[in-house]
């Protein structure tokens, strides 16, 4: 891999990038290098396996020292980061030692297009970050309006085909829409990435019928993507069935962003484990937990 022009993330990448990237990464802990899941539950996207069921931002961590240990401690499947051409000696001595940080960590690489808002501008950052990062994955963001950061739904669709026709995994960040995402299914993506609530807001399913009923109508893979705020909110979304979550800025602006990102990874664990192990249904009234055996024949009702 070439090192790339600029990498960064939206909304504040990771500050204060130090080109001593040895120096940073010999007080960290160690990140295993990437290796074949062992896991006897992998999450299957596009054919390939993964171990981890958590994906994570890059962007907005307090130093590149935080980010790599947070990625230590929860081993995310992938990393997500958006390529931008700038100019400027500082900036290009910044994505530099972040591209170091990315080789460094050995995580597989999720580039996104964020910050776009044509379909054209979707193609051409795709085939940048293809060319960049020597990688056929793709995020695919389209923004729609700049307030929200909602997808544009119109364009989504025809972006995702072009890209897919181009040989791209496509991993469209979308709402949950069942309509939206059937159609991105119908075009050819594999697995869909609904969002949660609007990116950065923390709040959590803010509609959770929706989310539900698009679980339970849809077969293909789905991550939920932004809006997730506490580990609760993925553990909540991994019960209903998801199967994976997709976290940046609910971990990068914790107090104890590592400390957080290994919550996060836990929750997503536990969430996955309930959804399989089945969990009961809600009753409209109480009963009983205990056995009535020995229990006085009038107290049997």
Known sequence: MRPPIHTTDPANATQDMSPNLEAMTSSAPDVPPASEPSSPDPLILYGESFASRLLLGTSRYPSPLVLHRAVGRSQPAMLTASLRRQTGGSSAEASRSFWQLLQAMAVPVLPNTAGCHTVQEVITTAEMAR??????????????????????????????????????????????????????????????????????????????????????????????????????????????????????????????????????????????????????????????STPVLGTPFWHQT
């Open 131 to 288: 060319e960049v990062f020597e990688t056929d994955w793709i995020k695919l963001e389209l923004i729609g309006d700049t307030d929200t950061l909602q997808p544009d739904v119109v364009h989504l669709p025809q972006a995702a085909e072009h890209l897919i026709r181009a040989g791209f995994k496509v991993l469209p960040y979308c709402t949950e829409d069942l309509v939206l995402c059937r159609r991105l299914v119908e075009v050819g993506c594999q697995a869909v990435m609904p969002w949660a609530a609007p990116i950065g807001t923390g709040q959590g399913p803010v509609n959770p019928y929706a989310m539900r009923m698009l679980r339970e109508r849809l077969e293909v893979p789905m991550i939920v993507d932004a809006g997730l705020g506490r580990p609760s909110h993925a553990c909540t979304v991994m019960e209903w069935g998801y199967d994976a979550v997709l976290l940046n800025t609910a971990v990068a602006l914790a107090q104890d962003p590592v400390a957080m990102a290994g919550a996060f990874a836990q929750a997503v664990s536990a969430g996955r484990a309930a959804f399989l192990g089945g969990t009961m249904s809600a009753q409209e009234a109480a009963q009983a």
